[in-house]
């Protein structure tokens, strides 16, 4: 079902409580990455621009409950105040009295932000008292949080329940792309797997073995894979537990007529450093010492063919180790033909692919970057999100 969107609600003079995911990087105070922040600025220059007395509502890390002096999102504010060129003022709490009071005194298309909403233990356990006094400041309620819409929280959930609620432009654009790759995909459609763990792709493999012509196969989790099909991994990555789970996936494969793609040939080293020695070995003979890394030049090669020849790709989680220089050749050359291909919509998955892209300077050559890691993922497996649950339809 569509949601209301922003653009259909009537802003003049409402206050209204706007959650946004400014869950960004910092280090010892500073914003390493702002991208979560620049992608909701469409949705706050709107409502500024329409009147309204904006709220600003975000996490900040896992504070759990508890003030956390590095966690407070002061540097949030002043990046935002660089941002929009206008001043965006900041409360040390994220409702209550105080606010109220500081509220009281904005003006049309004023901005606040609030403190963040993790400070307050029943955030996270969507406790319906704090949902209620976060809906006491506002008259209207916008979600604009892609990022943390997997998350049935009181600033993401519960607080739709008191108030006419709709969607911001990045909540939309993300649910419009990534709902439109998924109910309706331009063929052939390949997704990229990669990243640590079987287990954390689960959903998502099962889900998109439904819906896509090729199924590529990267990271730490294709050494299951790998095992599954009988061959020795070594010292690489491996969940026994999921090793039927692995084969399953491959009959549910071809049963579907699906193209799975895996690693033919990897890059093992002897040691998890840059300094390591390395080589390139066929996925028959990874070595009993040595540990995969990365994809090889001919997996590589085949990686490229198929994205080249796709006219729709969602990629999420890294080929390999690309933390570590000698380990990132496989991601890098996933990221520089996703971006040569020139017919081919992109859709890079959140999180660490994103993370990569970025690292490689290849950003602004994709499609679509989604801010959500979590949120895309659980979208992609087919979950209802209940951030965009919670808000009115259309
Ligand atoms: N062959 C490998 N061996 C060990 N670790 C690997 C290998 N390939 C990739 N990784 C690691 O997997 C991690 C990314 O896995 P993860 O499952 O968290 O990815 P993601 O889903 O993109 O991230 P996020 O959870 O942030 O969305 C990276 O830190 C990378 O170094
Ligand atoms: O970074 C994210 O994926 C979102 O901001 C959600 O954060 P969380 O995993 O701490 O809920």
């Known amino acids: 079902m569509e949601k209301k969107s922003i653009k259909d609600l009537d802003l003049k003079g409402k206050k209204v409580f706007c959650r946004v995911d400014f869950n960004v990087p910092m280090e010892e105070g500073n914003i390493t990455d702002d991208t979560r922040i620049r992608a909701a600025l469409p949705t706050i220059q709107y409502l500024s621009e329409q009147g309204a ?25 002043h990046r935002l105040t660089e941002l929009l060129g ?54 209207v309620y916008v979600n604009d949080a892609f990022g943390a819409a997997h998350r049935a929280h009181a600033s993401t959930e519960g607080i739709a ?21 998924l109910s309706n995909p331009e063929r052939p459609f390949t997704a990229i797997i990669g990243g ?21 196969i990267g990271g730490g989790l294709a050494y299951t ?39 033919q040939d990897v890059i093992v080293a002897d040691d998890f450093s840059e300094n390591a020695n390395k080589k ?3 996925i028959e003979e990874i070595p009993a010492d040595w540990e995969a890394l990365d994809i090889g030049p001919k997996t590589r090669e085949t990686y490229h063919k198929v994205i080249q020849e796709s006219k729709l790709v969602i990629w999420n989680g890294p080929m390999g180790v690309f933390e570590i220089n000698a380990f990132a050749g496989g991601t890098k050359a996933v990221a520089e033909a996703l971006a040569e291909a020139a017919d081919t919509y992109s859709v890079i998955g959140g999180g660490d692919s994103a993370a990569a892209v970025e690292k490689f300077g290849l950003a602004d050559r994709m499609s679509h970057i989604s801010t959500g890691g979590g949120a895309s993922l659980e979208f992609m497996e087919g979950k209802v999100l209940p951030g965009v649950a919670a808000l009115d339809d259309k």
């Not at 963040?116 to 704090?130: I, T, Y």
């Not at 108030?163 to 909540?171: K, R």
């Not at 026994?240 to 193209?259: H, I, P, S």
């Open 53 to 77: 007395i904006v709220l600003l509502a975000s996490h900040l890390g896992r504070p759990k409950g508890e003030v956390k002096e590095e966690l407070r999102l002061t540097p949030v504010a």
């Open 161 to 181: 329940k008191f108030l006419p609620s709709a969607a911001g432009f990045l909540m939309d654009k993300e649910l419009s792309v990534l709902g439109k790759a």
């Open 196 to 216: 640590a763990k079987v287990k954390d792709k689960i959903g998502v493999i099962d889900h998109l073995l439904d819906k896509v012509d090729n199924l590529i």
């Open 225 to 263: 894979f790998v095992k599954a099909l009988g061959h020795e991994v070594g010292k690489s990555l491996l969940e026994e537990d999921k090793l039927d789970l692995a084969r399953q996936f491959m009959e549910k494969a071809k049963e579907k007529g699906v193209q799975f793609y895996m690693p």
């Open 280 to 282: 390139v070995v066929s």
């Open 86 to 139: 206008k001043e965006v003022a900041k409360a040390d709490e994220a409702y209550g009295d105080s606010v109220k009071e500081q509220v009281s005194k904005l003006g049309e298309g004023d901005i606040l932000l609030l403190e963040n909403v993790r400070f307050n233990a029943g955030e996270e356990k969507n406790d319906p008292e704090l949902a209620k006094a976060f809906a006491d400041l506002a008259d």
